[in-house]
């Protein structure tokens, strides 16, 4: 058997959904399965086995909406907000661990591409930015 040691949660799917429109509970829960229960069923299954690998190394795949919602992908962004806040308890719970000590430069967190704009700008103006998103949304749908 390979030496496993890395492990990467890259689930999502991202849907427009009208919350004042009637709907299904279990299609509104649907991205919550795929995209927060999935991630964290998957390290619950597989984290034994990463805590004896030296340099083991978990990476959780969320989004810069995480930060600031996209109204016409409130379960989406949710999820992600979740993930993201799920991730950083898992960091602090496995501080000492080999997961953590694969993390190469330090970094615990990397956001890529906008994420680091909506990272900076839901503390510096959250509401501006969620008023951007509205108008965004209210232009796509």
């Given at each position: 058997m390979a030496?496993?040691?890395?492990f990467i949660n890259n689930a999502g799917i991202m849907r427009?959904?009208?919350?004042?429109e009637d709907r299904d509970p279990k299609d509104v829960t649907?991205?919550?399965d795929i995209n927060l229960s999935g991630p964290v069923r998957m390290i619950q299954q597989f984290l034994p086995h990463l805590k004896t690998r030296k340099g083991a190394l978990i990476?959780?795949?969320?989004s810069g909406l995480a930060f600031i919602?996209?109204?016409i992908a409130p379960a989406y962004?949710?999820?992600?907000?979740?993930?993201?806040s799920f991730t950083q308890s898992l960091g602090v719970q496995l501080e000492r661990t080999?997961?953590?000590a694969g993390i190469e430069a330090g970094k615990l967190e990397i956001r890529p591409g906008l994420s680091n704009v909506l990272k900076a700008m839901s503390r510096i103006a959250p509401q501006f930015m969620l008023n951007q998103l509205v108008q965004m949304a209210r232009t796509t749908t």
């Open positions: 030496e496993f040691g890395q427009n959904l009208k919350l004042n649907r991205e919550i990476v959780n795949v969320s919602p996209f109204p962004c949710a999820t992600k907000a979740a993930l993201h080999a997961v953590i």
